[in-house]
């Protein structure tokens, strides 16, 4: 079983970079599909991007392609989301979540373990 922390949330201003950062504990973060999910008041629980184990394969959700970057720190056993560019329609709170294996990477429902998220808001 693993354990995560996200971090590196807050308020900033549109146009603003921001790095998340997701701490595994418990377990490594290389034998899991790393996801980051997020959920803005009012709505669902969406995909934004996810990093298949083995084969270090990303994919994004296309409304952050070109903006979010996710990468994996073996070295610190963490999963990070490089967000730049930021608009006020990514405010939301940002879940990381680890997955033991799943076929569908950008469905919330192939993950197995979640963090409690953190928040970030984007001010115009």
């Known amino acids: 079983q693993v354990q995560l922390v996200e971090s590196g949330g807050g308020l900033v201003q549109t146009g603003d970079s921001l790095t998340l950062s997701c701490a595994a504990s418990g377990r490594t973060v290389s034998t899991y599909t790393m996801g980051w999910f997020r959920q803005a008041p009012g709505k669902e629980r969406e995909f934004v991007a996810s990093l298949i184990r083995f084969t270090g394969r ?3 959700a296309d409304s952050v392609k070109g903006r979010f970057t996710i990468s994996r720190d073996n070295a610190k056993n ?5 967000i730049n560019s930021l608009k006020p329609e ?7 979540a680890a997955s033991v ?3 569908t990477p950008t469905s919330l429902y ?12 984007v001010s115009s």
């Open 110 to 121: 192939g993950y197995n373990y979640w963090g409690q998220g953190t928040q970030v808001t």
């Open 101 to 103: 294996g799943t076929n």
């Open 58 to 60: 990303t994919y994004y």
């Open 90 to 96: 990514d405010t939301a709170v940002y879940y990381c």
């Open 78 to 82: 963490t999963v990070d989301l490089q």
